[in-house]
């Protein structure tokens, strides 16, 4: 078996494991496959595995992938890596899901600038929950303005909240679960990397975002 295979095979097994054990529907839990710095051989090799998500930090990394791999048509593009408002026109464009808006310029911006023909753009609110000022995302009390703001815009769906907790802060995932409470109308939170995938998980996690448990490390 190839290591890539190996890797997976062992990643879904921490992953349909944490959800086991506390109790949760299986296939509750999807995973994003954080494929920066990888290549399309890499994607390839996952697509045969069954792997239809991806996510991308860069906006001209991701597009010219997504041209090496247009033979492949049930792809789901993730954006996650900080939005520049230069780049929203290139994000509303070619992917399906954007986990990182933090501020509304940016939400109106993919909203307004959503093809016509596509679904409205999947997005979850970045929340820099313990304030560290090297991330992006929103602060915890702009949260509720934020939604109110963001919820009417027209070509843009938002799904819920996503989170980079500092290392070993793992109360932040409930922060995010409990905030979500309030907005029956969200059912996503994006939060759980390599590291942390259990605890997220515990906490209510539906997308775990990983990279190197899949791929090795990055040559980055
Ligand atoms: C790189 C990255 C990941 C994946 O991190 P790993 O520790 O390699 O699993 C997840 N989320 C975001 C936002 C990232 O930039």
New binding site residues.
């Given amino acids: 078996m190839c290591e890539l295979h190996q890797r997976w095979k062992t990643l879904w097994n921490r992953i349909d494991h944490a959800v086991a054990q506390c109790g949760r529907p299986k296939g509750s839990v999807r995973l994003?496959a954080?494929s920066?710095f990888q290549s399309t051989d890499a994607i390839r090799a996952l697509y045969e595995l069954g792997q239809r998500d991806f996510?991308e930090?860069y906006v001209q990394e991701a597009l010219q992938k997504q041209a090496k791999l247009c033979d492949l048509k049930d792809l789901n593009w993730h954006f996650?890596?900080p939005v520049q408002r230069n780049k929203t026109l290139a994000i509303a464009t070619h992917f399906d899901w954007v986990?990182?808006v933090d501020r509304f310029l940016i939400a109106q911006r993919l909203s307004e600038q959503r093809p016509e023909k596509l679904t409205p753009l999947q997005i979850c609110l970045q929340v820099n929950v313990d304030a560290e000022d090297s991330k992006s995302g929103c602060k915890p009390d702009e949260v509720q303005s934020l939604v109110e703001a963001i919820m009417p815009l027209p070509a843009i769906s938002l799904r819920g909240f996503?989170s980079?907790p500092a290392p070993g802060h793992i109360q932040t995932f409930s922060v995010l679960s409990s905030l979500i409470q309030q907005w029956p109308s969200m059912d996503t939170l994006s939060m759980g990397?390599?590291?942390d995938l259990e605890d997220a998980i515990r906490a209510g996690s539906t997308w775990v975002?990983?990279?190197?448990?899949?791929?090795g490390k990055?040559a980055h």
């Fill in positions: 994003l954080v920066k996510g930090n996650i890596g986990h990182s996503m980079i990397m390599s590291d975002r990983v990279g190197t448990a899949l791929f990055r």
